[in-house]
């Protein structure tokens, strides 16, 4: 096998591409600054237990897994980076107050997500801690959409959902807590005759709630027939409730789609859930929502909300960056044309010095210009090329 070959669905980022998914790690960061994120950079890998801590069957599922050789512990490659940023809100950190945090870097997994996906993602993405209020759910909401806003996506679905539901509806029936698992898998798949088939001893205020969340998808019209469906628990109150405010915020930034079956990362989250789409994407670009819990495990019961996306999947999506206009410089030691190189790189130009014996070959640079000496030999001055 040739040496040069990669594993499958991994592969080099070059230079246009490489470009594209810089600029928007840029703009996104410096945008979450704005809005008071501070940035952290957890470690690639972790030990197991800890990487695992609340992230659920799906997360370790797609976790590369290794022997640490100076403890001889289990340690995991990151294939998410909440958990790690929870752990050091929880336990580094320790503040009292609310806290904002952003991080970007890469995440790998064991399998891709789709037919085309890398199984190396670059994860951008913001959380907040410390507040257990609809404010702080609102602002993620927001900031995702932002980021899409920054990237030029103008055209947006917002897809809502809320794992409070389910858990309102089943509390008070054993035989279904006893079943949430299968329960989540029927609902996600929107199996209508396994949920009969499970459901057929449960209580029939619960069964009938249960059956009909499959149904209750489409715009925000939907809280209101579900309102009518549902029993009026008020577990169920409060999720249609947080699930309004959250519509109406994003109208007129989005288009809004509500899905009350849509449970993909019910075994994370733990209240409103969203994800995000554009044109050109059949899959989620981003996903957040709210996950109280993760924070227990180190030491500290915080309340967190927060949204990732895949700068990678997002940049392949755009267009390529039109070439960068630059100067081209002979190359040389000549004091007086180093302080000319140096004075223009100052200033913003990229100036490329051509290597003796070589032309400049590059993807991301046009030379329009080039630096010559003038007639009279005591200065550089810049020449506009055809």
């Known amino acids: 096998m040739p040496n040069w070959l990669l594993p499958e669905n991994i592969a080099d980022v070059l230079p246009s591409e490489a470009r594209k998914i810089e600029e928007l790690r840029r703009l996104m ?15 690639l890998l972790e030990y197991l237990e800890s990487l695992m801590t609340g992230a659920g069957k799906d997360t370790d599922l797609r976790t590369f897994k290794l022997v ?20 050091i809100d929880a336990h580094l950190l320790n503040r009292a107050t609310v806290t904002r945090l952003c991080y970007a870097g890469s995440v790998l997994h064991t399998r891709p997500s789709g037919l085309h996906a890398t199984r190396e993602p670059l994860q951008i993405g913001a959380e907040i801690y410390g507040h257990a209020g609809l404010e702080a759910d609102a602002e993620i909401q927001e900031l995702a959409l932002a980021s899409l806003a920054l990237a030029g996506f103008d055209s947006v679905r917002l897809d809502l959902s809320h794992v409070g539901l389910l858990r309102a509806i089943i509390a008070q029936d054993a035989a279904a807590v006893r079943d949430e698992a299968a329960l989540y898998t029927l609902l996600r798949a929107k199996d209508a005759p396994g949920l009969r088939a499970l459901t057929a001893s449960y209580d ?27 029993p009026p628990l008020p577990g ?4 249609l409730a947080e699930l309004a405010a959250l519509a109406g915020s ?8 509500i899905d009350l079956a849509d449970l993909r990362g019910y075994q994370y989250e733990s209240g409103a859930m969203f994800a995000l ?8 670009v981003a996903r957040g929502g709210r996950y109280d819990h993760v924070g227990e495990a180190f030491g500290r019961a915080r309340p967190a909300t927060g949204f990732s996306l895949d700068l990678r999947e997002l940049a392949r999506l755009l267009p390529t960056a039109e070439r960068k206009h630059s100067i081209r410089a002979p190359w040389g030691s000549a004091p007086e044309l180093k302080e000319k190189i140096a004075e223009l790189r100052k200033a913003g130009e990229v100036v490329i010095q051509s290597m003796p014996g070589h032309s400049n070959e590059q993807d991301e640079f046009e030379c329009d210009r080039v630096l010559v000496l003038a007639d009279n030999g005591s200065s550089w001055i810049l020449k506009n090329l055809g």
């Open 29 to 43: 960061l410096d945008n979450f600054r704005l809005y008071g994120y501070e940035l952290v950079m957890p470690p």
């Open 68 to 87: 640490d050789q100076l403890s001889g512990r289990m340690l995991g490659l990151r294939a998410d980076m909440t958990t790690q940023v929870a752990r």
């Open 204 to 230: 029939a205020v619960t069964r009938d709630a249960l059956l009909a969340l499959p149904n209750l998808y489409g715009d925000i019209d939907v809280l209101a027939r579900a309102r009518e469906v549902l």
């Open 236 to 239: 169920v109150l409060k999720a």
């Open 250 to 257: 994003a109208l007129g930034r989005a288009e809004v789609a």
């Open 277 to 284: 789409y554009v044109p050109g994407l059949p899959n989620a």
